[in-house]
């Protein structure tokens, strides 16, 4: 601030890897929607993957829950695989945060799902990278 | 890749330092294979330097690639610089194959204690993050890191250890080398081995142990390490490289725990009794079966204090356990805390699961220490409990952790550690330190609480407890908010795995 530039938020640089959370929750695609939504309450979370036979086939959102369920007056009841994103939005674990937000303003997300080599390893949410600062990662204990 | 660690060779005069066997070691480290030697510190005696001359002459009949780095030893009588003179650099890293060796200096000037500070700490920060894609990484510290068996008292732990652990676990390290202790050991931290050498020439070794020199092998599937004694024994220990990161199906959930700590309650202002209400409203709105409540439970143990927490408690619905910390057993808490409070070392018992405290504080002292007695006494009923989750808590911390300087640590956390480690017990709570935390060691997982309700806390979302959902397969750890009763995930652990 004291040389006139705005204060450096975070280092937009720095790879998604120590962000991602390498945990993801999964839901077998015959389950129900209400199944998933009870899921993402369970876990506090917003997003399942969806397997099948142990591979991931699609992905679903509490947001299309929102839009594909509750707006249209379907049944809850209906299966997951009738409201899942087939078209996997994936990123690799070593793209940096500037990466990882572009994409998801480009493609207008919220999560991406995150790959180490060919394994999807887990899954970033916006909330995660905007949530950067505030989970920095070293305190202030001396200089040297 | 095949790796030799020696370590802990203090070069000076022959009270301190067995040269004979050092040189008679040349021979299996030049032809066995190894790809790289690493000296993980403590190289010379005293930092003099006729010590750093003759270690030179040594490193000079290595044929192999080498890295050493100082320890606190090394540091004494000005000797920094003369280690740079005539070893090499402090800091640095090396590329090999398609891995990374990150070495930094952690000894500080004629003191036996270490630190990493800040421009150390982000020079591993941006090599991690310009290598963060590399095959195999490595980093090499002279102070251990996780607490080592067989050492005595913890002490001399790095200052910022929790920082540290939790920079090389989100940046997927692969290995951390450390020497310090004169005592070989292994730890895997989630995804992390922590290797510890014994002493390779010094004549200080520890329980009559002897000296040693570790052998890591890394495959693409699997690590392993071995202690190779001077004497011809060897033990090894394997470890999968495999990252289990993705979950399927976590089975039924078989329990809920409340973990909460440093409710520091009394008529001070220091108390939020706003966040303490709260946090047991949202506490009994998701019904755990057990409450543990790891000390720090009033502000000073007085019976003001005492009957006001009893009054405040009276409000949570189902089992509550408590263990104390020094606060609480301060002035007449020692005769308080029985009391109200009931036993020292509660228990919770169920077909399902056991729970077992065990009180590590002492009167009037910050510091915490179990004890052999009291170890032998905890795993004696652990192990008389029937088959199922078995989960230990204490008030003082087992591993280090972030955000606070190290000081919570108990004294014989490594022997703790170790033996909580192998017996596989299932969850180990604490509550030191003020920062909620989570980590697996093993198939131990282990949690620390923030403080619930006191102003002095350390997390940037505020004070909080802990939720501990254990299902068949897998277990959950919230931080959930005292004020607002938000949670966000800690992380979540197989259980088999």
């Keep these: 601030m004291l040389n006139g530039e705005l204060p450096k938020m975070y280092d937009l640089d720095q790879p998604i890897r120590n962000f991602v959370s390498k945990r993801l929750i999964e839901i077998e695609s015959y389950r129900t929607v209400q199944e998933a939504a009870k899921k993402m309450v369970e876990f506090n979370i917003s997003s399942l993957a969806v397997v099948e036979e142990g591979s991931i086939i699609g992905f679903i959102t509490d947001g299309d829950i929102k839009r594909k369920v509750v707006a249209e007056g379907l049944d809850p009841g209906i299966s997951v695989e009738e409201i899942m994103i087939e078209e996997l939005i994936t990123e690799d674990i070593d793209i940096t945060v500037q990466e990882a937000l572009d994409t998801m303003t480009k493609k207008n997300i919220k999560h991406l799902l995150v790959t180490e080599g060919t394994d999807v390893v887990g899954i970033v949410t916006l909330t995660d990278l905007l949530d950067i600062k505030r989970h920095s990662l070293d305190t202030y204990i001396s200089r040297e | 890749m095949k790796i030799c660690q020696i370590s802990d060779t203090h070069f000076g005069s022959e009270s301190d330092f067995n040269r004979k066997l050092l ?70 890293y090396k590329e090999i194959d398609d891995g990374i060796i990150i070495y930094v200096n952690s000894a500080i000037a004629d003191s036996d204690e270490g630190r990493v500070g800040m421009v150390k700490f982000d020079l591993i920060k941006d090599i991690l993050q310009k290598y963060t894609d590399a095959g195999l990484k490595v980093v090499l510290i002279h102070h251990h890191i996780i607490p080592i068996p067989m050492a005595g008292r913890e002490r001399n732990v790095l200052s910022n250890a929790g920082d540290i652990l939790d920079l090389l676990i989100k940046g997927d390290v692969d290995l951390v080398l450390s020497g310090h202790r004169h005592y070989p050991n292994v730890h895997k931290v989630e995804n992390t081995l922590f290797v510890n050498a014994g002493t390779t020439s010094s004549v200080k070794t520890r329980y009559g142990d002897v000296n040693s020199y570790n052998v890591i092998e890394i495959g693409d599937r699997e690590q392993s390490f071995t202690t190779v004694r001077v004497d011809g024994r060897k033990s090894e220990r394997k470890y999968s490289r495999k990252r289990n990161r993705v979950f399927y199906d976590f089975g039924s959930k078989i329990f809920r725990v409340a973990h909460l700590s440093n409710t520091f309650i009394s008529n001070d202002r220091s108390f939020l009794r706003k966040h303490f209400k709260n946090a047991i409203m949202t506490i009994n709105r998701l019904e755990p079966d057990l409450i543990v409540h790891c000390g720090g439970i009033v502000r000073e143990g007085i019976t003001q204090d005492y009957e006001l927490a009893v009054r405040l408690f009276s409000t949570v619905d189902g089992p509550i356990l408590f263990t104390p910390a020094g606060r609480d057993l301060n002035y007449l808490g020692y005769h308080l805390f029985p009391k109200y409070m009931d036993s020292f070392d509660q228990k919770y018992k169920t077909e399902d699961v056991v729970f077992q405290g065990v009180s590590s504080s002492q009167y009037d002292s910050p510091v915490g220490i179990v004890g052999d007695t009291q170890r032998k006494a905890l795993f004696k009923k652990l192990h008389e409990s029937s088959e199922g989750i078995k989960a230990i808590f204490l008030h003082h911390n087992l591993i280090p952790i972030p955000h606070s300087r190290e000081k919570g640590l108990l004294e014989d956390s490594g022997d703790l550690l170790r033996e909580v480690v192998d017996a596989e017990i299932d969850l180990v709570l604490t509550g030191t330190s003020s920062h909620p935390y989570a980590a697996k060691v093993g198939k131990t997982v282990i949690v620390n609480a923030n403080s619930t309700s006191s102003v002095y806390q350390r997390s940037v979302m505020g004070n909080s407890f802990n939720l501990i959902d254990i299902y068949e397969d897998a277990l959950a750890v919230y931080e959930v908010n005292s004020l607002w009763g938000s949670r966000r995930l800690l992380g979540i652990w197989n259980r088999n795995g």
């Design chain 2, 23 to 92: 040189y008679s070691l040349l021979d299996r480290i030049n032809n066995s294979g190894f790809s790289l030697l690493i000296h993980s510190g403590d190289v010379t005696q005293s930092g003099r330097k006729d010590e750093y001359i003759e270690a030179r002459r040594f490193f000079k009949k290595i044929k192999i690639p080498h890295i050493v780095i100082p320890g606190n030893h090394d540091a004494r009588n000005g000797g920094l610089k003369l280690f740079e003179d005539h070893i090499g650099p402090v800091n640095g």
